[in-house]
């Protein structure tokens, strides 16, 4: 055990090096569109323009126009509390990351700081992919309705079919097993404490 702490302490310093890469690649990200001007491209889709290529998709009235079809205006409130709060989210992994790989980094491995922390990441997981989740399932069920407002007709099983595709499995997934990692670590700190106090 003694012989493998360096080598975690110095994958851990590495690892949070690449994590500060990705933060910094994602602000990138998010500034630099502003700076170029890419972020006022306005794209316009016109009926012209857009070939229906499902069979199943029946076209109804073509008066239909989506031009006249107004997003309520709780779905913008929803998707900016939404979206902020998920940026808060992420921020919280973030630094839970960046704490547990520092405590790796000193050979705290197995104590009950470490468990908690990665329990609090696969819970934060968790909720960040439930709330995206959402998010997606009720711009599926709008999308929906404006293709019916629009006079168009919506196939049978499509509505299933988009709200399971909405669903981020993976990231669930991930927070799931997680969680339990973290309740594993903390039953091994236990012991840990135990054998310390032992000896």
């Known amino acids: 055990m003694q012989n493998s702490t360096p080598a975690i302490q110095s994958f851990a310093k590495k690892a949070r090096i690449a994590l500060y890469f990705l933060v910094g690649l994602s602000v990138l990200g998010w500034v630099m569109p502003e700076f170029l001007g890419i972020g006022d491209i306005d794209i ?5 323009e ?5 069979p199943d998709i029946q076209t109804g009235s073509q008066d239909g126009d989506f031009d006249e ?21 992420w921020l919280m992994i973030i630094f839970q990351i960046d704490r547990l790989f520092a405590a790796f980094q000193k050979g705290e491995l197995f104590t009950s700081l470490t468990a908690r922390r990665i329990s609090n990441i696969g819970w934060i997981m968790l909720g ?31 509505s299933a079919l988009m ?9 669930l997934i991930g927070a799931l097993a997680i969680t339990v990692i973290a309740r594993v670590m903390k039953t091994a700190a236990d012991l840990q404490e135990e054998m310390n106090s032992v000896i």
Do not use: K
């Not at 316009?44 to 012209?48: A, Y």
């Not at 857009?50 to 499902?54: A, D, G, K, M």
């Not at 079809?69 to 989210?89: K, N």
């Open 44 to 48: 316009t889709v016109t009926d012209e």
């Open 50 to 54: 857009i070939s229906v290529t499902n």
């Open 69 to 89: 079809l107004e997003i309520p205006a709780w779905f913008d409130i929803f998707m900016i509390l939404s979206t902020l709060l998920i940026v808060i989210l």
């Open 128 to 158: 960040t992919a439930i709330i995206s989740s959402l998010q997606e399932i009720i711009d599926s069920i709008l999308f929906e309705d404006l293709i019916m407002a629009a006079g168009e007709n919506v196939p049978d099983g499509m």
């Open 163 to 171: 709200t399971s595709a909405s669903i981020d499995y993976p990231i």
